[in-house]
């Protein structure tokens, strides 16, 4: 695992006192993934190339702006649905597969700035709609932990890639709980943050309110590091509130003294394994004999929350996904002999099953007659879900929740029962509230079941990350 088992903070460390080179960590971590990464698929592409040559470069730089960099030759992955210049940003998808989008998203901008090296985008389910990253157009992700086991989704492949430790930070998008789930099937950290918090720009979007960018990685310290450095105010995206994250090593005393931690029955009431059950029951315990307290809630609206996510989300993705029709850039299909012709071969061949099926839905959502009935009742949800939340943090710092029903489920065994997953809405019911109502949301490796890691969930009020790293940390001395 070259040395990415340590905090990142001890990586740089390494590389600017000399003991390493910007260049070896990179060639190290580029080595990993192409002599490892057949048996995952976590990437998609690997730049070589540009990453060796990103590192050389930063070994070059005098030593007192070396210094001023805070992720200093430190190796990224990046979900291949966030623009990186060099090379392909391809979604996943036929309809991108040779797209090179002539710029860099804002927080890869901010990465480099801070430092960071860049190897390679890693894979998702096709536009991010999906919740095991096994909807890809390039073939799904296995996960380190069990190879016949999904790594979650959408952001599998960064889960998978720090799980196998290629790399020691990763960036992924959240969706409806598409960082946290994945992280919490691989056994690894993942946080979304509060909606505003990271822009947004150069990341392809699939529902413009419920998106979000975050940092994964396999430590919660290394966490804070990374949002510090992703929260940087853009004005190129309108919805980016420029308040930034300022990190702090008090967030990782291991103390959690105090902390007034809610626990809702909606959460609890079905559809969850024992072991799951029994999981967070016993680190309630520990964390209560910590000196946490434990205060009962209601989020009487949050059993409607995942309806409510996918009608909007469809509705959203639908109108998102319009520009993919072979005129503009991307896939076109040949030989069509008219316009109208080109439009529906091009999306019917470049798109595939999981999302054909949501711009149908989506546009079905929003046609005359629909809007109202459907969308809008879904909106009206979403400010009751919202509600909840705001109420219940009158009473409580934070909130604990399970990520998922069940650890990682085999490879194959959902995707031929599309109807079944959307009725039961196994792989996300206990992550999208946090998305429609835009709080901060962690999920945390803690447990395991049948040797295949448990990730425990906790969301704070807006703006309040540090609450989250806090017991996420304490969470992690517990679990070492």
Known sequence: ????????????????????????????????????????????????????????????????????????????????????????????????????????????????????????????????????????????????????????????????????????????????????????????????????????????ALASSLDHVGPMANDVRDIGLLLSVISQPDKRDETCANISFVDNADYYSGDVKGLRIGIAPEYFESGLSSQVRDNIETLIGRLKELGARVIDISLPNVKHASAAYYVICAAEASSNLARYDGVKFGFRAQGVKSLGDMYEETRGQGFGYEVKARILFGTHILSSGNYDTYYLKACRIRTLVNQDFKNAFNSCDLIISPIAPAAAFDIGEKLDKPVEAYLTDTCKRFTVSANLAGIPAISVPYGTCDGLPLGIQFMAPQWREETLLRVGYAVQVLSS
């Open 1 to 204: 695992m070259a040395f990415f088992d340590r905090p990142i903070s001890e990586v740089v460390k390494c590389i600017q006192n000399g003991e390493d080179s910007c260049h070896n960590v990179a060639a190290r971590a580029v080595t990993l993934i192409e002599e490892q990464d057949k048996e995952f698929n976590s990437f998609i592409s690997v730049n070589k190339e540009a990453a060796l040559k990103a590192a050389a470069d930063l070994d070059k730089l005098q030593a007192s702006l070396k210094k001023e960099m805070p992720l200093y030759g430190v190796p990224v992955a990046v979900k291949d649905n966030i623009c990186v210049s060099e090379g392909a940003t391809t979604c996943a998808s036929k309809m991108l597969e040779k797209f090179e989008p002539p710029y860099d998203a804002a927080v890869i901008e901010m990465l480099k700035k801070a430092g960071a090296v860049i190897v390679g985008k890693t894979n998702l389910d096709e536009f991010a709609m999906g919740s095991s990253t096994e909807r890809s157009h390039f073939g799904p992700t296995r996960n380190p932990a069990n190879p016949n086991k999904v790594s979650g989704g959408s952001s599998g492949g960064s889960a998978a890639a720090l799980r196998a430790g290629f790399v020691p930070a990763a960036l992924g998008s959240d969706t409806g709980g598409s960082i946290r789930q994945p992280s919490a099937h691989c056994g690894v950290a993942g946080l979304k943050p509060t909606y505003g918090r990271v822009s947004r720009y150069g990341l392809v």
